[in-house]
T-cell receptor
Framework: GQQVMQIPQYQHVQEGEDFTTYCNSSTTLSNIQWYKQRPGGHPVFLIQ?????EVKKQKRLTFQFGEAKKNSSLHITATQTTDVGTYFCAGLTDSWGKLQFGAGTQVVVTP | AAGVIQSPRHLIKEKRETATLKCYPIPRHDTVYWYQQGPGQDPQFLIS???????DKGSIPDRFSAQQFSDYHSELNMSSLELGDSALYFCASSLTGRGYTFGSGTRLTVV
């Protein structure tokens, strides 16, 4: 079945630094979504990417969908303490399917 | 804006007891999902409903059942509870193919 793999599992970042988390699927995705979950909270939808090679930006966050629609990345610039949390990618193989979550990247920010 | 409402927020049950979790999705969202999240884990898909009909099933034990009612709220029923069922249970709703909105979750502790 479909598997979504995400690396790294943990990311320790100094405040102000940049980092990237990567997501790879074993199958072609119809779209990929990114979620952020703060400690003790619930996943919060960040963005959805649908088109091959698509790039979207939200302030300091840049999301990319690979040309083959099997991989994605999230790049955060100038990390802030408010970026703490676990970032999940989640893939859909078709609009009617369920989201398959990656294992998540837990981000810890050091002031 | 209305969010996904889950109740109860916390639940403590003994082994072999039964638990019922409730979810009130965002109005006009056509799909409801149930996910289980263990400590440090990614959300695992349990079951989904599209327009009140079961649409997909994941790694849901036979001891668990769910339904969506005419008023669109959904319930997850869990019987013969085991210690390993202790987890966060999230309900989410969406329009088909769009981002999910998660509820705050029910933390189930089986003792």
């Amino acid at each position: 079945g479909q598997q979504v793999m995400q690396i790294p599992q943990y990311q320790h970042v100094q405040e102000g630094e940049d980092f990237t988390t990567y997501c790879n699927s074993s199958t072609t995705l119809s779209n990929i979504q990114w979620y952020k979950q703060r400690p003790g909270g619930h996943p919060v939808f960040l963005i959805q990417l649908v088109k091959s090679g698509e790039v979207k930006k939200q302030k300091r966050l840049t999301f990319q969908f690979g040309e083959a629609k099997k991989n994605s990345s999230l790049h955060i610039t100038a990390t802030q303490t408010t970026d703490v949390g676990t970032y999940f990618c989640a893939g859909l193989t078709d609009s009617w399917g369920k989201l398959q979550f990656g294992a998540g990247t837990q981000v810890v920010v050091t002031p | 804006a209305a969010g996904v409402i889950q109740s109860p927020r916390h639940l403590i049950k003994e082994k072999r007891e039964t638990a019922t979790l409730k979810c009130y999705p965002i109005p006009r969202h056509d799909t409801v999902y149930w996910y289980q999240q263990g400590p440090g884990q990614d959300p695992q898909f349990l079951i989904s409903f599209y327009e009140k009909m079961q649409s997909d099933k994941g790694s849901i034990p036979d001891r668990f059942s769910a339904q969506q009612f005419s008023d669109y709220h959904s319930e997850l029923n869990m019987s013969s509870l085991e210690l390993g069922d202790s987890a966060l249970y999230f309900c989410a709703s969406s329009l088909t193919g769009r981002g999910y909105t998660f509820g705050s979750g029910t933390r189930l502790t089986v003792v």
